[in-house]
């Protein structure tokens, strides 16, 4: 019997095999920001393939070269994380050829060019100091114990194996995807799927709508962030607000869109598209079912990317006109050269077009399907 007992603790004792276990917060990130890496990370096949391919082969080789050369040098490894023009270069080629892998209406080389480019955007504001696009975005203010205290958890996350991650092809993806980890800024996954929570009787309403009953498709209502630390809606959020009501009384639009992230200031505990439903619905009684809420844009260009995105998603017709709300200076600005110039320059294609004025607080909108393309490069807007 004692035999039997020291055989069983014996058995308890043994090491098992450690096994690539998923991780339900990453894969989420991954698969939102990084669409062709992820599913890459999924078909051994492609990973296989890729790996193979003499050209790729080589660069493989000598990033993890790279990366070993640095030993215990946390901001040299960050630094060989990067992709380099000529790296980049090899990817896209290897990619083009695999048939499979999701890809935006623009093909496999610009999908594969975003996803490189998201990369090296993470490492460098996240790893390396570099200046974020605005001030609310990136890591913060970091002691420099901080600092290395992020470095050395993104490093050993992403040498440790994760279910259905392509780390053993490169680990630059989960290294960037640990950097946002760390930092708390995994704000792209926040409300995901987007037609469930607070979206879920809006997505029910919009399954069997006859959109064309309706002027508008959706009046869209951007987001003008709160800058005072605990004010869940700024000023003019609260006029915008008014003008949708007032203007949603008049029955012709299907769906009110609120647009606006958690952005203002930073670190905010607030969502602004979230605090907007809530405001249409306890001041103006506006029912739920007629609110669609876009919790993640930070800036005027990511609330029609997102809005437009999200209303394809809704099923509302590629031809369908949508109304933009917002105060005269915003309103302004949307319908501007400059906008149009920004938009090229952040976005790269127009997310639509204004067709024409209404009013100095109104804008007729027609969105654009491009706007279905995921751009890591603004990994807590995508």
Request: aromatic share 6%.
């Given at each position: ?8 603790l014996t ?12 991780d ?13 890496l992820?599913a ?30 640095c030993g215990?040098?946390l ?6 994380m990067?992709?380099?023009?000529q ?8 990619v083009?050829?695999e048939?499979?892998?999701?890809v935006?209406?623009?093909g ?12 090296n ?7 390396l ?23 050395q958890a993104?490093?050993?996350l ?9 780390q053993?092809f ?7 995807l640990?950097?946002?980890d760390?930092?708390?800024?995994t704000?792209?996954?926040d409300h995901?799927?987007?037609t ?6 809006a ?6 709508l ?5 002027r ?21 959020g609260k ?9 949603f ?14 952005a203002h200031?930073?670190?905010?505990p ?11 619905i ?20 990511t ?20 109304l ?9 600005y949307?319908?501007?050269a400059?906008?149009a110039e920004?938009n090229m320059?952040?976005l790269g ?19 654009s399907?491009?706007?279905e ?6 990994p807590l807007?995508?």
């Amino acid at each position: 019997m004692a035999s039997a007992a020291m055989l069983a603790l014996t058995v308890l004792a043994a090491p098992a095999l450690a096994q690539d276990v998923p991780d339900r917060v990453m894969a989420a990130l991954s698969a939102r920001l990084f669409p062709m890496l992820d599913a890459a990370g999924h078909d051994p096949a492609v990973i296989a393939r890729m790996s193979g391919n003499p050209e790729m082969k080589h660069v493989l080789t000598a990033r993890k070269n790279r990366r070993a050369s640095c030993g215990t040098d946390l901001t040299c490894r960050a630094q060989a994380m990067l992709w380099s023009p000529q790296e980049a270069e090899v990817f896209r080629r290897a990619v083009a050829g695999e048939r499979t892998l999701p890809v935006a209406d623009d093909g496999p080389a610009a999908q594969a060019d975003r996803e490189i480019a998201g990369i090296n955007m993470i490492v460098r504001t996240y790893a390396l100091d570099g200046v974020p696009t605005t001030a609310i975005d990136g890591p913060g203010t970091l002691s420099p114990q901080d600092r290395q205290s992020r470095l050395q958890a993104a490093d050993w996350l992403a040498a440790t194996p994760r279910a259905g991650s392509v780390q053993g092809f490169d680990p630059s993806i989960d290294y960037a995807l640990a950097l946002l980890d760390v930092s708390d800024r995994t704000d792209a996954i926040d409300h995901e799927p987007p037609t469930d929570g607070v979206n879920a009787a809006a997505a029910a309403r919009a399954s069997g709508l006859d959109w064309r009953r309706y002027r508008y498709g959706a009046m869209i209502v951007t987001g003008v962030g709160p800058e005072i630390e605990g004010e869940p809606l700024s000023p003019f959020g609260k006029y915008h607000l008014r003008l949708a009501a007032r203007r949603f009384a008049q029955g012709d639009i299907a769906f009110i869109l609120v647009s606006g992230g958690r952005a203002h200031p930073r670190a905010t505990p607030f969502t602004e598209a979230d605090e907007m439903r809530k405001a249409l619905i306890e001041r103006y009684g506006i029912p739920a079912e007629a609110i669609i809420s876009e919790p993640y844009a930070r800036h005027t260009t990511t609330n029609l990317r997102n809005t437009s995105r999200l209303l394809a998603r809704f099923g509302m017709p590629g031809e369908a006109e949508t109304l933009i709300v917002c105060n005269p200076v915003q309103s302004s600005y949307i319908e501007s050269a400059s906008f149009a110039e920004r938009n090229m320059a952040e976005l790269g294609y127009q997310p639509g077009r204004v067709v024409r004025r209404v009013s100095p607080t109104e804008l007729v909108f027609r969105p654009s399907r491009s706007s279905e393309r995921v751009d890591p490069r603004d990994p807590l807007d995508p």
